[in-house]
């Protein structure tokens, strides 16, 4: 079946203005994840989405950071502002449920970057 | 804070050259850790979890271990397609949701 797909693949934009990254996870998944991977670090642990409960958000950075899952499926996350040292590549990943999060399918994943 | 350290960075073999990779930890109750493989332009895919000191897990060319502190993971006889970056990752807060990842071991296997 399709995996979790993610657009744009590729964003450049100019420092200051607003991006969406869109992630369609697998169908039937109830938990959705973004992650943020700077280069010569880790994956980064932003924000987390387990069905109709209230997103953890433990993890955004900043508050020009947000995220909005809609219909329980697809998600935004949107940065406003933006600054360059939000280039990064961010990562969507979805599972069954929070219990089985440990198998989290990836996207491919939106390369942005801020000039 | 929990902390997942991997080494080498970066390790070049030959085809058909065994070797291993290491991932060591600080966490405080460790209830798992988790091993991915990332290829170039991708997101990762996962490979294995493991729960407990001892326990061993293997796929392919690949096994898996894990004791107290650390965790490896063996490449037997490896071949070109096994190039990879391999990003271990253990899970923080009450649940498995949060995953801090290591920065991964960038894996090239020379014909």
């Known amino acids: 079946g399709a995996g979790v797909s993610q657009s744009p693949s590729n964003k450049v934009t100019e420092k200051g203005k607003d991006v969406e990254l869109r992630c369609d996870p697998i169908s039937g998944h109830t938990a959705l994840y973004w992650y943020r991977q700077s280069l010569g670090q880790g994956l980064e642990f932003l924000i987390y989405f387990q069905g109709n409960s209230a997103p953890d958000k433990s993890g955004l950075p900043s508050d020009r950071f947000s995220a909005e899952r809609t219909g329980g499926s697809v998600s935004t996350l949107t940065i406003q502002r933006t600054q360059q040292e939000d280039s990064a590549v961010y990562l969507c990943?979805?599972?069954?449920?929070?219990?089985?999060?440990?198998?989290?399918?990836f996207g491919p994943g939106t390369r942005l970057t801020v000039t | 804070e929990d902390q997942v350290t991997q080494s080498p960075e970066a390790l070049r073999l030959q085809e058909g050259e065994s070797s291993s990779l290491n991932c060591s930890y600080t966490?405080?109750?460790?209830?798992?850790l988790f091993w991915y493989r990332q290829d170039p332009g991708k997101g990762p895919e996962f490979l294995f979890t493991l729960y407990s000191a001892g326990e061993e897990k293997e796929k392919e060319r690949l096994k898996a271990t894990l004791t107290k502190k650390e965790s490896f993971l063996h490449i037997t006889a490896p071949k070109p397609e096994d190039s990879a970056t391999y990003l271990c990752?253990?899970?923080?807060?009450?649940?498995?949701?949060?995953?801090?990842f290591g920065t991964g071991t960038r894996l090239t296997i020379i014909p």
């Open positions: 990943a979805s599972s069954f449920s929070a219990a089985d999060s440990y198998e989290q399918y």
């Open positions: 990752a253990v899970p923080r807060g009450f649940g498995n949701e949060k995953l801090t």
């Open positions: 966490v405080s109750g460790l209830r798992g």
